[in-house]
């Protein structure tokens, strides 16, 4: 099965904190994502990344960066957190070659303070 | 740009009943995918259900299906013989058929919460 892990499922931060959030899938995907869900809003995308380090703005990448130094980990940064940024973080990867589905990590809930 | 919307914010169904949970695009293309995925309380967001834009079949996985109606472009997902195990937030998307400039990324709908009665 494809597995995809975020490296926390709760986080807390304060205002102007340096934040990552860390994503890590096993099956070889090319493609990934980071989105951002908030209530009412549904999922909109952060960035995304067609490979090792090739990355795209999404549509709301303001106040965010990325990161992809190897295949399986793309790390989503949080420069300097603001409270505007408290939401559900959820990352996906994709495989380029095998189809068109998205699988999806569990999601990191970041507070910020 | 594409647009993904989901008219129902929440709905309810009785356990053993049967519910349709509505969905709308705008898209200028001819060749895509729509899939619907659930994101039970717990968070895991699975895939449910996809189509191909191509195919005019329906898709149908076990007591998940869809009515695809490509004019109109609606996209609808039917639950039969619904569980408690299916409350859950679900969501539609859309994606691109092309390579490269964008098309790999999914536009979802806002959602619509399910929940189902005993």
């Known amino acids: 099965d494809v597995k995809v892990t975020q490296s926390s499922r709760y986080l807390v931060k304060r205002t102007g904190e340096k934040v990552f959030l860390e994503c890590v899938q096993d099956m070889d995907h090319e493609n990934m994502f980071w989105y951002r869900q908030d209530p009412g809003l549904g999922l909109r995308l952060i960035y995304f990344s067609y490979d090792v380090k090739m990355k795209e703005k999404g549509d709301i990448p303001e106040g965010y960066s990325v990161s992809r130094e190897k295949k399986e980990r793309f790390s989503l940064i949080l420069e300097s957190a603001s409270t505007n940024q408290t939401s559900m973080y959820l990352c996906?990867?994709?495989?380029?070659?095998?189809?068109?589905?998205?699988?999806f990590g569990p999601g990191t809930r970041l507070t910020v303070l | 740009a594409q647009t993904v919307t989901q008219s129902q914010p929440e709905m309810s169904v009785q356990e053993a009943e049967t519910v349709t949970l509505s969905c709308t695009y705008d898209?200028?293309?001819?060749?895509?995918?729509l899939f619907w995925y659930k994101q039970p309380p717990s968070r895991q967001m699975i895939l449910v259900i996809r189509?191909?834009?191509?195919?005019?079949q329906n898709a149908t996985e076990n007591r998940f299906s869809v009515n695809f109606q490509k004019a109109a472009k609606s996209f609808s997902l039917k639950i039969s013989d619904s569980q408690l195990g299916d409350a859950a937030m679900y969501f539609c998307?859309?994606?691109?058929?092309?390579?490269?400039?964008?098309?790999?990324?999914?536009?979802f709908g806002k959602g619509t919460k399910l929940t189902v009665n005993p």
């Open positions: 996906a990867s994709r495989s380029f070659l095998r189809g068109n589905e998205q699988f």
């Open positions: 898209t200028s293309e001819s060749d895509y995918y």
């Open positions: 998307a859309y994606r691109s058929a092309g390579q490269g400039g964008g098309s790999e990324k999914l536009v």
């Open positions: 189509q191909e834009a191509y195919k005019q």
